[in-house]
């Protein structure tokens, strides 16, 4: 199959986001192999009530830097997430370079399949248009302007979903396994387990062999000493995708999906969440986050 019939959506997958979302899967030509370019050592599971660490190692053991963030779309996603103040209600400023490098980041991702995939996807749906520079220009609007979370423009998309922000002491949005690598290798983040299936999954994610999807808590600038520092309680996150296919999955259940969207991420059957913030005359991304199906699907998550 050739490069231009790998990015058309079949009619099969334009009435049926779940299909459109096996495929994306397909299209990520750059997701990392677990045990060659990364290693993370899930730990022990606990709860969203525990308060004890339950992880005394760090969660990622090690990630082939030298050749993972010299891949274009890392190089331009690591760029960009230090763009931001993770306190909600202080206002954010965007200087010359930061949107520049937003641009750059935006043009280099639309060289790969997964976002050619959902642009064609969504203009065949018709909320997109076909011209490459007016659909980036979409995407910016809705993952990058700045709206108010707790004050205003103290927030966006992009910083909620990919770099995290807290709030009244909890960690908010932060669904990046990138940020996460990175922040915890600064001694930022402190692992605290990962957490049990209210199902009572049959397999844990410490038992997964290549896990690409864990359900984790965590501390962000973690201070043991300090009861107050700011906790994830229970997060989700892909591990090992690529930020193109994480950045397209969102925008394909942003525009063209709900609030719950059910479908296929590899061996894993998932609840792709996503939540509007709307405007007077916009329309930004409020969150998004993926949800093993096999985990509580009525979980208080953001």
Not at 35 to 49: A, H, L, M, P, V
Not at 104 to 112: A, E, K, P
């Amino acid at each position: 199959m050739d490069d231009i019939a790998d990015v058309t959506p079949t009619d099969e997958e334009l009435d049926n986001l779940a299909l459109a979302g096996a495929k994306l899967w397909d299209l990520d030509e750059n997701r990392l192999t677990f045990g060659e370019d990364f290693q993370i050592n899930i730990g022990s599971g606990t709860s969203t009530r525990q308060w004890r660490d339950a992880s005394a190692d760090p969660l990622f053991e090690w990630v082939k830097e030298g050749d993972v963030f010299a891949r274009p779309t890392y190089k331009a996603f690591r760029a960009l997430l230090d763009n931001y103040t993770a306190e909600v209600g202080v206002k954010e400023v965007e200087t010359r370079r930061e949107r520049q490098e937003t641009w750059d980041f935006l043009r280099v991702i639309m060289d790969t399949k997964p976002m050619q995939y959902v642009h064609k996807y969504m203009v065949a749906k018709g909320v997109a248009s076909s011209n490459i520079r007016t659909f980036k220009k979409q995407l910016y609007d809705a993952w990058f302007d700045f709206y108010k979370r707790g004050t205003w423009d103290d927030s966006c998309g992009f910083e909620h979903v990919f770099c995290g922000e807290v709030r009244r002491g909890q960690v908010i949005g932060f669904h990046n396994w990138i940020q996460f690598y990175i922040q915890e290798k600064l001694g930022n983040v402190d692992y605290r387990g990962y957490i049990y299936s209210r199902r009572g999954r049959e397999q844990s994610e410490a038992e997964d062999p290549t896990p690409n999807l864990i359900t984790i808590k965590f501390a962000w600038d973690d201070d043991e000493s300090d009861p107050e520092v700011p906790v994830k309680s229970v997060g989700s996150s892909f591990i090992g995708v690529s930020p193109e296919y994480e950045f397209a999955l969102y925008s394909l259940c942003f525009f063209c999906g709900g609030e719950n969207n059910r479908l296929q991420a590899g061996e894993y059957t998932v609840n792709v969440r996503c939540y509007h913030t709307r405007g007077r005359n916009n329309d930004w991304v409020g969150t998004a986050f993926p949800m093993a199906v096999a985990w509580d699907e009525d979980a208080d998550e953001a």
